[in-house]
């Protein structure tokens, strides 16, 4: 009778949809939208409201500052990418098939690196000022001008050198994908080379190109150690400015939504115009695109103009911060940057499992019971990539600390034990932020990684007695280990990189890398941050040979 009444209670759970797996992926979703429903809450309840404030002094500045950003980077950069991406699949000139992937190397090059490198190289005591002095017997800066290294437009330079490689990677796909035939035709109706890509490359490649110059903007927004470097005062400054020097929570949580309306009408304006732009290949069979020898004086300049943003992106960052690591011997044995380098592999690496095992399970989960709620949230998980490490760093800071206190009383009167504070106190909230910023990566490669698998395995698992679980472990992750595993190396990768929930989040005195080359170099010590740099530069070529090697595929 008891187990009879257990297998109702069982069926009557199942029909409104509270079993184990869609339990779960609820509160795997709700864990990831937590710090955003946060940062809205605390922006609209502050405890002192400043918004009044923030509208007459500063916002209109950092508003401006942003949008510019935004704007010239995104232009710049879709320029870099598309120009580099065409000329790469539709022409065959010398060193053409090695740029197809050395075009990608800027990936690795953290933006704030890219920046401290620069004004290393271009400021008054770097070797390009000094040997334009030596050069030409200058005695000092009165006696030439020079542009202003950190200025909003360097910023533009850097920040476009680093991201470029995602228009250049979707761009390439679609320029690939497209026909030979339909370039065949152009030019027999006499369209040169401009034309084609003009009239037929350029509008066929849209979607792609806009969905790749999104990405660009959103990563803009997100950087703060460029635009702290350069002092250019964008919103993400103003978060730790109004946070960290006014001590207004509530103040850096209304600057927060402000980016956050920004980040949601970029990607609602990308997936408008994805939506609007559907091209179809009219045959069966795609007849591939015939690349054009290009010989003499034309090659070289496809190959020089190929070879700047490469040199400019991932060279010359690459080379200042090794001849510094080369000469900072103290550097290396110093027990700071072993220390980074341990906290680095724990949260990264802690982050990269829980992230992609609470993606795995939340895919599964959606693609098993089928509920309404679970596919409702599952899309809007997303969201956490989009949105700022600043953002993010409001978002779970103010809430984990109250949830600290409470604890901490709770367990002072019930036991008697001081636990002081369990997760701001330790490194819970950066691997919490981690997940939730790069949760989307470690979505979209399990999902994929399933939709690819024939239903009709694990349904026959089921069949021969297989439970949900049994079927995940026996059927599913044997068939997606790989691009589990390469969910896990790219998830670890980014974490290594990101610098602004890292500083908003750590607790006293603990770095990783990215915050030691930030600390470093944020007191002109370059040689000091070289080796951190070095390493965190050699952890991000891992995820570019990965995406290299996926592109050749494709």
């Given at each position: 009778m008891a187990e009879q009444n257990t297998q109702v209670k069982a069926a009557g759970l199942r029909r409104i949809g509270l079993d184990f797996w869609s339990v779960g992926a609820v509160l795997i979703a709700a864990l990831v939208l937590m710090p955003l429903a946060s940062v809205l809450w605390l922006a609209f309840n502050p405890s002192e409201n400043i918004w009044p404030h923030l509208i007459r002094t500063t916002l209109p500045r950092y508003l401006m500052n942003t949008g510019v950003l935004m704007v010239a980077v995104a232009v710049l950069s879709a320029a870099i990418g598309t120009g580099a991406a065409w000329l790469t699949t539709m022409y065959r000139f010398p060193l053409s098939r090695l740029l197809e992937w050395l075009l990608l190397l800027p990936l690795a090059i953290p933006a704030y690196v890219g920046a401290y490198a620069l004004v290393d190289f271009l400021e008054y005591a770097g070797p390009v000022q000094t040997g334009m002095r030596e050069l030409f017997g200058w005695q000092n800066a009165r006696d030439y001008w020079f542009p202003e290294i950190r200025s909003r437009g360097a910023a533009v330079l850097v920040l476009s050198a680093a991201l470029y490689p995602y228009v250049y990677l979707l761009s390439r796909a679609a320029f690939r994908e497209q026909s030979g035939g339909v370039y065949e035709v152009a030019r027999a109706l006499g369209a040169g080379p401009f034309g084609r890509f003009w009239r037929v490359g350029l509008p066929l490649a849209r979607p792609a190109i806009a969905a790749g110059t999104a990405i660009v903007m959103m990563e803009t927004v997100n950087d703060f150690g460029v635009v702290e470097f350069f002092a250019v005062q964008t919103l993400t400054t103003g978060i730790f400015t109004v946070w960290l020097e006014s001590g207004n929570a509530g103040g850096a949580a209304q600057i927060a939504t402000v980016i956050l309306v920004l980040i949601l009408a970029l990607m609602a304006l990308e997936k408008a115009g994805r939506r609007k732009l559907r091209f179809h290949s009219m045959g069966r069979q795609i007849r591939p695109v015939v690349p054009i020898r290009l010989s003499g004086a034309q090659g070289w300049l496809a190959t020089g103009v190929c070879l700047l943003p490469f040199g400019f992106g991932f060279v010359l960052p690459t080379a200042v911060i090794t001849g510094h690591a080369l000469h900072s011997?103290?550097?290396?044995?110093?027990?700071?940057?072993?220390?980074?380098?341990?906290?680095?592999?724990?949260?990264?690496?802690?982050?990269?499992?829980?992230?992609?095992?609470?993606?795995?399970?939340?895919?599964?989960?959606?693609?098993?019971?089928g509920r309404d709620l679970p596919k409702l949230l599952l899309p809007l998980t997303t969201i956490g990539y989009a949105a700022p490490g600043a953002v993010l760093g409001v978002g779970l800071l103010i809430p984990m600390a109250a949830a600290d206190h409470v604890i901490a009383d709770a367990a002072e009167q019930l036991w008697g034990v001081n636990l002081g504070l369990v997760m701001t106190g330790s490194a819970f909230a950066i691997i919490y932020s981690y997940g939730v910023r790069f949760f989307a990566i470690a979505q979209g490669a399990t999902d994929s990684?399933?939709?690819?698998?024939?239903?009709?395995?694990?349904?026959?698992?089921?069949s021969l007695g297989r439970t949900a679980g049994g079927t995940l472990r026996a059927v599913y992750l044997p068939l997606i280990r790989g691009s589990v595993g390469t969910a896990l190396l790219l998830v670890f990768v980014d974490c290594v990189k990101e610098l602004p929930a890292t500083l908003l989040l750590r607790p006293f005195n603990f770095n990783t890398l990215a915050t030691r080359v930030y600390e470093k170099a944020s007191l002109e010590n370059i040689g000091d941050a070289a080796p951190a740099a070095l390493l965190v530069i050699a952890v991000g070529l891992v995820a570019v040979l990965l995406l290299a090697r996926a592109s050749r595929r494709t």
């Open positions: 011997g103290g550097g290396w044995v110093d027990p700071g940057l072993l220390r980074a380098l341990v906290n680095t592999l724990i949260v990264g690496g802690l982050a990269a499992i829980a992230t992609v095992m609470a993606a795995l399970f939340l895919v599964y989960a959606v693609r098993l019971t990684a399933m939709g690819r698998i024939a239903p009709s395995l694990p349904m026959a698992a089921r």
